[in-house]
């Protein structure tokens, strides 16, 4: 039987980067890479009803071992990672029994992992790290979720005395670019509540997160020479950069925390005559994130007036919302998933989601769908790291959950 870390390190050296703006699903081909690896890693653990669909999903089904009629539960991890930095080449390391000290990540470029800006590391002095060269993410988002859950697989398939009902298993490409679901099958997956393996350092429980909605701007200038552009010119890219100054100053990303929503410009780019500016607008308030759409169209209206019509043109599209609507009428999912820390003595936290994950969209297609930790820190950089006693406590968390829906 593999290993957790075994499984992992496998894992994270395949690259499953998926792409913004594409048509497809899943939006990168390597995507399949993954898939088609833990489609036959599924079949030679013996799970059942195993498929890889042509987007990529994968699923499988460990049968009931239960003479009881049992809940059938799902667990969930997507395959990509983040673009934000490359996930090619990956090559990861093991930091064996860590002292507490900033780990050098990449001698040559001079990059380390500094306690000072991530002091989460002292709370891992005595084990053991898996932690990136520097020039890479590690991508523990969320190829840890899929690792824990094969060991949760594969202890279940090997161990039929351990009692359960039905478990099934869905591993999704392109979560990162807000895609996860769109071609998942929800029906067809027959569970009756599932959870996504998605989260951050060992006792996370998420089942709150941000209502999320993606934005465009198209802004219309109007080149000339510079020389005769006297009362003629408008400037596309400076007609951005004022949009972007009338948006609350302090609903910058960098500055909220918590519940706190904003708005953030992640791409802008143009010319003169012609200016593209991409936003997400994120609140975990519904109220407050209809206000928020409504005040980016008003900037635009105000500016269209100012600057004449059709000047800014805005796309807005939701994205996802908060899921805790749909999780309190079954709270029982995150009661267990606290008791199971708990038994096995593990301090359970329950904290609010400043993101979104498969789960969010999939609580709102009728399979209420919490977050479950990962045990991973830092994800979507270079500085991302994971304790491999975390990842093993997280595959003992997932079945004693089994457990305790078993009882």
Do not use: W
């Not at 930091?95 to 002292?122: M, R």
């Not at 071609?183 to 989260?199: E, H, P």
């Not at 200016?275 to 519904?286: E, G, L, P, Q």
């Not at 950089?381 to 997932?398: A, D, F, Q, W």
């Amino acid at each position: 039987m593999k290993t957790v870390t075994e499984r992992f390190l496998k894992y994270v050296k395949i690259d499953t980067q998926s792409l913004e703006d594409m048509d497809t699903v899943p939006s990168t081909e390597k995507q399949k890479n993954l898939a088609k690896i833990l489609a036959e890693e599924l079949k030679e653990i013996g799970a059942r009803n195993v498929k890889m669909d042509d987007h990529g999903y994968v699923y499988g089904t460990i049968p009931s071992t239960s003479k009881k009629k049992l809940p059938v539960l799902g667990f969930i991890s997507h395959m990509d990672t983040s673009s934000a930095i490359s996930g090619k080449d990956v090559k990861p390391r093991i930091v064996a029994n860590y002292d507490g000290k900033d780990i050098v990540l990449n001698e040559k470029l001079k990059i380390k992992l500094e306690t000072s800006q991530y002091p989460s590391l002292i709370n891992y002095i005595g084990q053991d790290l898996i932690v990136t060269d520097g020039t890479t993410l590690l991508g523990a988002d969320d190829k840890a979720g899929v690792a824990e859950i094969m060991v949760m697989a594969e202890t279940l398939l090997t161990h039929p005395e351990i009692e359960h009902g039905t478990i099934q298993i869905g591993f999704t490409p392109d979560e990162e670019v807000g895609r996860g679901v769109d071609f998942f099958d929800v029906k067809g997956f027959g569970a009756d509540f599932a959870y996504t393996v998605d989260g951050g350092e060992l006792g996370e429980i998420e089942y709150e997160n941000f209502n999320a909605a993606a934005a465009k701007l198209i802004i219309q200038g109007t080149s000339i020479h510079p020389g005769s552009a006297k009362n003629k010119m408008v400037n596309a890219l400076l007609l951005a950069m004022e949009f972007q100054s009338m948006l609350p100053v302090q609903q910058n990303p960098m500055y909220t925390e918590g519940y706190e929503g904003f708005y953030m410009l992640s791409t802008l780019e143009g010319s003169v005559d012609l200016a593209k500016a991409s936003y997400i607008i994120r609140d975990h308030d519904r109220a407050k994130f209809e206000e928020m759409k409504g005040r980016f169209q008003k900037i635009a209206d105000y500016l269209n007036e100012k600057y004449g019509a059709g000047t800014f043109k805005t796309v807005i599209k939701d994205s996802y919302y908060n899921m805790k609507e749909m999780i309190k009428p079954h709270i029982h999912l995150i009661n267990n998933a606290k008791k199971a820390m708990e038994e096995l003595g593990i301090t359970p936290s329950v904290v609010a989601i400043r993101g979104g994950t498969d789960g969010a969209r999939l609580s709102y297609m009728n399979l209420p769908c919490p977050n479950l930790c990962t045990g991973g820190h830092n994800f979507h950089g270079r500085y991302e790291y994971i304790p491999i006693r975390s990842m093993e406590k997280v595959t003992e968390i997932l079945l004693k959950m089994i457990e305790l829906y078993a009882r």
